[in-house]
């Protein structure tokens, strides 16, 4: 049985899309859904227009945000090489949650590459996503894209958790947001570096719903891991995707003893996890996951915002199996319990 949360396909407002591309045009941003989260878009090629990305999310400006176009979109405008494995990749997966970095052509901003010479490309699925960049500037436009919250916290995968996320500044910061429903995906795309195929070969630089193994089949060679001349790509650094509340994670066999030692010295849980069985009167909540790593990745993100606002000392995540399926659920609960490493240690040590 499939367990994942399916929603009808969102309506499309073409009034709010085009609202949305005129505030784009003008130097605006516009919160916007994709697939894997919404994002705070800007455009790509308006260096002010990314300046304000920057300093609404407060994000480092060395770090680079990602391209959104459109399926009709020339690739070869925004990059100065596009390799054949490049062609593969997007035959095989575009539109959809697939970040390609590639070599930057000259005349795009250095802004939107964090100051490098790639620039990373994503063609989203979602309706409203194409739709928009269909409208802005007669679909020759990119829309600088990270996720629409601040930087280093839980992305939004709903329009409310991007007015969540920026709230009173939501009209200062968001000129517009334009809602598309829920994200499928639920997380970020996987991010490949190519921009260095003839030295490195392909490389992943974040996983995310499309495996590494399906994309190495199309390229018909490994990926390899990132080494120290990688290209910095959005959501590598090694805390991200948090909430405010610490997050930990407990392996299921230990489960039941850490929620017990916890609610003994008074520490309030709210906890994440598929063993539904598992949470007696040791936790102050529960949010009982899917079973199927996409459909898990499509709720991770609103079970951390909801558990963030438990009122609870800590986020007890029951820890996921290691298996490739799983690979981008792990990267963003290890990047998200980064912060919190020895926490869980320390509380039970005294």
């Not at 130097?27 to 227009?49: M, R, S």
């Not at 494995?85 to 997007?90: G, T, V």
């Not at 334009?178 to 030295?199: A, F, M, N, Y």
């Not at 405010?244 to 039941?256: G, S, Y």
Request: hydrophobic share 45%.
């Amino acid at each position: 049985m499939n367990d994942k949360s399916t929603s009808p396909a969102p309506h499309i407002d073409a009034a709010a899309v085009m609202q949305a591309a005129r505030r784009l045009e003008q130097g605006g941003l516009v919160a916007f859904p994709t697939e894997t989260v919404y994002g705070l878009g800007g455009d790509a090629e308006n260096p002010a227009a990314i300046a304000a990305i920057y300093a609404a999310k407060g994000r480092p400006a060395n770090h680079p945000v990602i391209v959104h176009v459109s399926p009709e979109a020339d690739i070869g405008y925004w990059a100065a090489s596009v390799p054949v494995e490049a062609r593969r990749l997007i035959a095989s997966f575009w539109p959809g949650p697939l970040t390609l970095i590639l070599k930057r052509a000259a005349h795009i901003p250095d802004a939107v590459a964090g100051g490098q010479d790639s620039v990373g490309l994503r063609c989203p699925s979602h309706p409203v996503a194409q739709a928009l960049l269909r409208e802005f500037r007669g679909g020759k436009g990119g829309i600088a894209g990270p996720s629409a919250n601040k930087f280093g916290h839980v992305s939004p995968t709903t329009a409310e958790h991007v007015r969540e996320e920026f709230g009173s500044d939501a009209d200062s910061l968001v000129d517009y947001v334009l809602d598309g429903g829920q994200s499928e995906v639920g997380i970020e795309s996987t991010i490949v570096d190519l921009s260095r195929i003839d030295t490195h070969g392909p490389v992943l630089l974040r996983p995310g719903q499309i495996s590494a193994d399906r994309i190495a089949a199309v390229l018909g060679v490994p990926l390899a891991t990132p080494d120290a001349s990688a290209p910095r790509a959005s959501g590598t650094l090694d805390a991200h995707y948090a909430p405010h509340t610490p997050v930990v994670q407990v392996e299921p066999a230990r489960l039941q003893d850490v929620l017990a030692r916890l609610a003994a010295i008074g520490k309030k849980v709210a906890l994440i996890g598929r063993a539904h069985g598992q949470a007696g009167a040791s936790v102050a909540v529960l949010r009982a996951m899917p079973v199927s790593a996409d459909a898990y990745a499509h709720d991770l993100y609103a079970a951390l915002r909801d558990m963030d606002h438990a009122g609870a000392d800590l986020i007890v995540v029951e820890s996921l199996p290691p298996t490739p399926e799983w690979q981008g659920v792990n990267d963003r609960l290890r990047r998200a319990a980064f912060d919190s490493q020895g926490l869980l240690t320390r509380l039970l040590n005294g």
